[in-house]
């Protein structure tokens, strides 16, 4: 433990100190103040999207009291009690915060000079609640580490609360509580995980008579009643445009709006808030890149760089924009196993190739595509490189400055969010380049009667009224993932995607598309049975009220290079489960008995 | 039966699995093709016409289960008819299939095997397999009368 900062140690899939922040605010507590030390603009980084308010303390190497002392001054002064949490209990939870703040108010009214202090199996722990009488003794002690003076000499005062568990007396002082606290995060995550289906309100929904099993989560994921929350909250309390009103409401909306840029940024790792344009979803995104960056550059016989493998939105937008210049598309095949044929890139690198535009993740063959290789490979040409993130968002950590590409796309639907809002992701030092192909209101910095200058990037290129309500979800979509934490989310789809090869590859006549064995596979798994068409496995599936897709999955390409015209395709996400593949396999099995 | 055991009839399945008139025509007097963009599913007919007569017809394609046997009970149903009758048995079939049709028993002197497609009222979606084939069939009025090939 030495010479690391306990407070931002890693537990799952928050630190230490935005465990804390969280329950805290999740309880009745009415103010947070972070004192902080050692490391303070790291700590104030860390919790920059919380409502705490940071306080740095210069004086911290004097000792605890120093701390304490700069925390109780920043302490409103209505308040009715101050709470002393120490920023290590990373195991109590809100619920015991207000067991704790109910006894202190009950006895308040007898005695204004309470003090309320748990305790376990007749040990006293922590946090103490002092109240507001003691303010000004708080500050005056002379003792270095703690208030256990005050507590002693006011013992007729202090009433224990004796508590059911013993998170109250655990702290994480040696390399081994870490490890203990490291794996109880993991297993109350991991079971957060399991029990998600319930978070799906649409889950429990039934089709012809049967409970819903959702696996198109390719084409477009169930939402969380976390989301729909914030959408509903959005209209009842805040709803107004953004930019535009000077009261309350627009305020409100505005930071809401541009809070979720913010959000958004963070969450692929993007260098600041500004990099991230607000869309309608990936396919414009990718339009935008064609139209207002690339088209005006590009000459005849240029190359544009796609794969096989691409969904029609990263193919057709190219297509319109090379048919207006002259250019040609140029296309990496993929190999038998349906991974990209890197062999073949180099010579496709050719120095007339103004993009590279290739998906993160196949949406047919769940492929998951080298990025940073590829970047790296373009860039030695001096190559853009345009991902297509829309099937890797909600399924793996993405971080655009390790990609290195220099433009990344995805939509809001796809992970967990509502329909109507992407996300375009463009290196600074395209921005500028980036023209408007969209006029109107928000993106104008003057009009004048014949012309008009543009808002800075990225607002110049969201004219109208940007998707308001959309971004919020966005947001909620966003927390919701990192509450479940995405590697944990990565580790279930690839357990489900293991046990789904596993059982389909044993139904007779069934042939799966795409990568088997080492290759990394997201999610997603394309097959065949015999010569059934996927449409009619589709049908006998919704019978059962199992809802899989059946068709091209918009890569026509991709389908010819396969040799087939449709295939059914399963994807999965964070709340589906082994009983949802086990429910699959005896369907396929009645579709097979059914036409052959 | 149930609502799946409903879609796909036993008839629906026996000319799925051997379908009528599957192949093509040595010597055609048209060949016509047409896919639905929606699935990909995609049906080939050779015709045999006299005036607007249809003498012969084969069909070779990809599609589905209700595809298929649609196209395959077109074929047997369609042999010297000429295509004003052709219509009007599409249109009846589009009437069994239409989940807000009237079930018109009147209409029902067919006494055919387009009636095993009823199941499809409930998946509206999957009429335009079944409708596939005919629409392929029909393009060929378009072509005869743009040639002016009536006349021979």
């Keep these: 433990m030495k010479g690391s900062n306990k407070l931002l140690l890693p537990l799952a899939n928050k630190t230490v100190i935005e465990h804390v922040v969280d329950t805290i605010a999740l309880s009745k507590v009415g103010e947070i103040i972070v004192v902080s030390g050692h490391q303070a603009d790291l700590v104030q980084k860390v919790l920059q999207n919380r409502s705490a308010k940071i306080i740095k303390n210069t004086n911290f190497h004097t000792g605890m009291t120093s701390s304490i002392q700069t925390g109780v001054h920043a302490v409103s002064s209505n308040s009715r009690g101050i709470l002393l949490f120490l920023s290590d209990l990373v195991?109590?939870?809100?619920?015991?915060?207000?067991?704790?703040?109910?006894?202190f108010d009950s006895s308040l009214w007898q005695d204004r000079k309470v003090i309320i202090s748990p305790s376990f199996q007749g040990q006293s722990g922590h946090p103490v609640i002092f109240s507001a009488y003691y303010r000004s003794h708080l500050l005056q002690h002379q003792e270095p580490e703690g208030c256990w003076g005050i507590i002693q000499q006011n013992m007729d005062h202090l009433r224990q609360v004796p508590m059911d568990t013993d998170h109250v007396l655990q702290d994480i002082d040696t390399e081994t509580d870490y490890q203990k606290a490291v794996q109880q995060f993991n297993t109350r995550q991991k079971k957060c995980l399991l029990q998600a289906k319930a978070d799906f309100p649409i889950l429990q929904r039934k089709i012809n008579g049967k409970p819903l099993i959702y696996l198109d989560n390719a084409a477009t994921t169930q939402k969380p009643k976390q989301v729909l929350e914030s959408l509903i909250s959005f209209y009842e309390q805040h709803n107004s445009n953004v930019h535009r009103g000077i009261y309350k409401l627009s305020e409100e909306a505005t930071s809401l709006y541009e809070g979720a840029r913010h959000k958004v940024a963070k969450f692929i790792g993007a260098p600041s808030s500004q990099s991230v344009v607000f869309t309608r979803g990936t396919t414009e995104s990718i339009n935008l890149t064609a139209f207002s960056w690339l088209k005006p550059r590009l000459k005849k016989g240029d190359r544009i760089l796609v794969t096989e493998m691409e969904h029609h939105s990263n193919l057709v937008p190219w297509q319109m924009v090379a048919r207006e210049t002259g250019a040609q598309l140029h296309y990496l095949p993929i190999t038998k196993q349906g991974t990209l044929d890197l062999e073949s890139l180099d010579a496709l690198l050719a120095p007339n190739t103004s993009i590279l535009a290739v998906s993160a993740v196949s949406n047919v063959l769940g492929t998951v595509n080298p990025i940073r290789r590829l970047v790296e490979l373009a860039h030695r040409h001096n190559i853009p490189?345009?991902?297509?993130?829309?099937?890797?968002?909600?399924?793996?950590?993405?971080?655009?400055?390790?990609?290195?590409?220099?433009?990344?796309?995805?939509?809001?639907?796809?992970?967990?969010g509502p329909t109507g809002i992407g996300v375009l992701y463009c290196k600074p030092q395209y921005q500028q380049e980036?023209?408007?192909?969209?006029?109107?209101?928000?993106?104008?910095?003057?009009?004048?009667?014949?012309?008009?200058?543009?808002?800075?990037?990225?607002?110049?290129?969201?004219?109208?009224?940007?998707?308001?309500?959309?971004?919020?979800?966005?947001?909620?979509?966003?927390?919701?993932l990192q509450e479940m934490g995405l590697e944990l989310i990565w580790a279930?789809?690839?357990?489900?995607?293991?046990?789904?090869?596993?059982?389909?590859?044993?139904?007779?006549?069934?042939?799966?598309?795409?990568?088997l064995g080492t290759a990394e596979r997201a999610g997603v798994i394309s097959f065949q049975i015999g010569t059934i068409h996927p449409h009619d496995v589709a049908q006998v599936l919704d019978d059962d009220g199992i809802a899989v897709r059946a068709g091209h999955h918009c890569a026509q390409i991709l389908m010819n290079r396969l040799g087939v015209h449709a295939t059914v395709r399963v994807s999965f996400s964070l709340y589906n489960d082994y009983s949802d593949i086990d429910l699959l396999a005896e369907s396929l099995t009645k579709a097979l008995q059914l036409f052959e | 039966m149930n609502e799946i055991q409903q879609l796909y009839q036993k008839i629906i399945l026996d000319h799925h699995k051997n379908p009528k008139n599957y192949g093509t025509l040595e010597s055609p007097t048209h060949e016509l093709e047409k896919d639905n963009p929606i699935c990909g599913d995609r049906i080939h007919l050779d015709l045999k016409m006299h005036g607007f007569q249809v003498e012969e017809i084969r069909f070779t394609g990809m599609g589905c289960a209700l595809c298929i046997a649609s196209a395959s009970m077109m074929t047997e149903l369609t042999v010297q008819q000429n295509l004003e009758e052709i219509e009007e048995l599409l249109r009846y079939f589009k009437e069994i299939m239409d989940p807000e049709g009237m079930h018109n028993?009147?209409?029902?002197?067919?006494?055919?095997?387009?009636?095993?497609?009823?199941?499809?009222?409930?998946?509206?979606?999957?009429?335009?397999?079944?409708?596939?084939?005919?629409?392929?069939?029909?393009?060929?009025?378009?072509?005869?009368?743009?040639?002016?090939?009536?006349?021979?």
């Design chain 1, 91 to 103: 195991f109590i939870e809100s619920s015991e915060l207000n067991d704790l703040v109910d006894v």
């Design chain 1, 492 to 515: 279930h789809e690839q357990d489900l995607t293991d046990y789904a090869l596993q059982k389909l590859t044993q139904i007779p006549g069934l042939q799966v598309h795409g990568p």
């Design chain 2, 105 to 152: 028993d009147a209409k029902a002197t067919y006494n055919d095997n387009l009636q095993a497609f009823e199941g499809i009222r409930k998946y509206p979606s999957r009429i335009q397999c079944a409708t596939l084939p005919w629409e392929a069939l029909l393009q060929v009025r378009k072509l005869i009368e743009n040639r002016g090939e009536a006349t021979i």
């Design chain 1, 385 to 416: 490189v345009l991902v297509d993130g829309a099937q890797a968002v909600a399924r793996q950590k993405v971080d655009v400055e390790t990609l290195g590409c220099d433009f990344f796309a995805f939509s809001a639907h796809k992970m967990y």
């Design chain 1, 434 to 480: 980036m023209q408007p192909f969209m006029g109107g209101g928000g993106m104008i910095e003057e009009v004048l009667e014949q012309e008009s200058s543009w808002a800075e990037y990225p607002w110049k290129l969201e004219a109208g009224t940007p998707p308001v309500d959309e971004a919020v979800g966005l947001s909620a979509a966003i927390d919701y």
